[in-house]
């Protein structure tokens, strides 16, 4: 058994990749997270109304992934490279950003919104797909694709720390309004500054390998019944984070009476997964990166149970399920797209676009479901802010359980690694 620094790659290839995953992380925390709970308590848009928008918009985005990623993968084998691609999207990422907490005042709420949406999700994947294929093309060592993917996944947890603790004290200081215009000016600037290494660095201009192929030839990976097993519980994983994500301002305002104390609970939960990282990185290369990741969605299905048994008051308890379920935030971020890139090397023909195409689309599918679903059926059966709080009590703590549950049990009825670290020899596919 190789030692878990095993092939590690270079601190300069490192120092250079894993900077973008701050800021692109520091978008996606906000968009999921908070609006939600600010389109439905400050504009008043109701509930049904802003779970259709944000899951026929999430639903379009994921869509086009696999589309984006599939033409990206013949756009960067003509051209050698994909950072083209990946600075492409950052201009429209940050005009998309900033409208989603200014909306145009010539629409209706619910059209703008849908128009932000939708320009910030199509440059968001555009950049995002591409450096997450990037990740894969970097290594083609077992360990080596796990130290990218943590390394990447560490940058975006210091991204969603900074994004969980601006908002609310540049509101403060500032005022609404002007508070979010200087919140999404930060975002634009740190887009340009943590694209800097990458763009600038030598490392990372690794020529794109793979054999060109029809557009309409993008779901082929699909056919493979590893690939299928690890998109199914990537998505139930997904599901159960996107529905806990989408309640959580709820349950920390309605059910904990902390509303002040919110920005501190993401603190703790986002510096929890990113001080978990090397467990992970050191579990993963000790029995394998799938039995890490059950692990994990164990633990976390364990920390959603002792939510239910929350009530006012018990915000140290609460304190408590962040550092767990953060802690396993860690192996839900970086585990699975590195079992995906060790994929790629049992398809001849495999494309890393293509496969993180795929891959995204069930991400946000997941997280389209998760939100756009919750929302509507918690007004369908009579919640409303303020009012029945068991029912948001067992949709925070008990669905998200349940869907771990499945993710978990899912796991033993067929494998999803086509690699394990006992049988990895540097640079040789198996």
């Known amino acids: 058994m190789s030692p878990w620094w095993k092939g590690r790659p270079s601190l300069a290839l490192l120092g250079a990749y894993a900077p973008l995953g701050m800021p692109l ?53 003509g051209h050698g490279h994909r950072l083209r691609l990946i600075v492409a999207g950052l201009p429209g990422m940050a005009l998309g950003f900033y409208l989603l907490f200014h909306p145009l005042a010539s629409f209706s709420l619910g059209v703008s919104l849908a128009f932000s949406l939708l320009i910030f999700y199509g440059f968001y994947s555009l950049t995002s797909l591409n450096y997450q294929a990037l990740g894969a093309e970097l290594s083609q060592d077992y360990n080596g694709r796990t130290w990218l993917s943590t390394s990447r996944e560490a940058g975006a947890l210091l991204g969603v720390l900074l994004a969980a603790a601006l908002p609310q004290w540049l509101v403060q200081q500032l005022g609404a309004h002007r508070g979010m215009q200087i919140f999404a000016l930060i975002f634009a600037v740190l887009l340009l500054l943590a694209y800097l290494p990458l763009g600038l660095s030598t490392h990372t201009r690794c020529p794109v390998q793979g054999q060109a192929q029809s557009l309409w030839t993008f779901y082929h990976p699909l056919r493979r019944p590893a690939l299928r097993r690890l998109l199914t519980v990537y998505t139930l994983s997904q599901m159960g984070n996107a529905i806990a994500a989408t309640l959580f301002y709820f349950f920390v305002d309605e059910i904990l009476g902390a509303k002040d104390l919110a920005p501190l609970f993401l603190l703790v939960y986002f510096l929890s997964g990113a001080l978990g990282m090397p467990f992970w990185l050191a579990l993963s290369s000790r029995f394998g990166k799938s039995r890490a990741w059950q692990a994990a969605m164990l633990l976390s299905l364990l920390a959603f149970l002792g939510a239910f048994l929350l009530r006012a008051g018990d915000d140290g308890w609460y304190g408590i399920i962040c550092v767990v379920t953060g802690l396993t935030l860690g192996a839900d971020q970086a585990l699975p797209p590195s079992i995906l890139a060790d994929q790629t090397d049992q398809d001849p023909h495999a494309r890393a676009g293509n496969y993180f195409g795929l891959f995204n689309w ?9 939100a756009g679903i919750i929302l509507p059926i918690l007004q369908w059966l009579g919640f409303r802010p303020g009012q029945e709080p068991l029912l948001l009590l067992m949709a925070y703590a008990l669905v998200p359980a349940l869907v771990k549950l499945l993710a978990v049990l899912l796991m033993e009825f067929g494998a999803i690694e086509t690699r394990s670290p006992s049988t990895i020899v540097k640079g040789v596919t198996p």
């Open 25 to 77: 992380a520091f978008a996606a925390l906000p968009v999921y997270l908070l609006l939600p709970h600010l389109y439905a308590t400050q504009y008043g848009m109701s509930l049904a109304l802003l779970g259709a928008l944000l899951l026929a918009l999430r639903l379009l985005d994921a869509v086009l992934d696999p589309l984006i990623g599939h033409w990206s993968d013949r756009w960067a084998e």
């Open 362 to 370: 069930v991400a946000k599918a997941a997280t389209a479901f998760g």
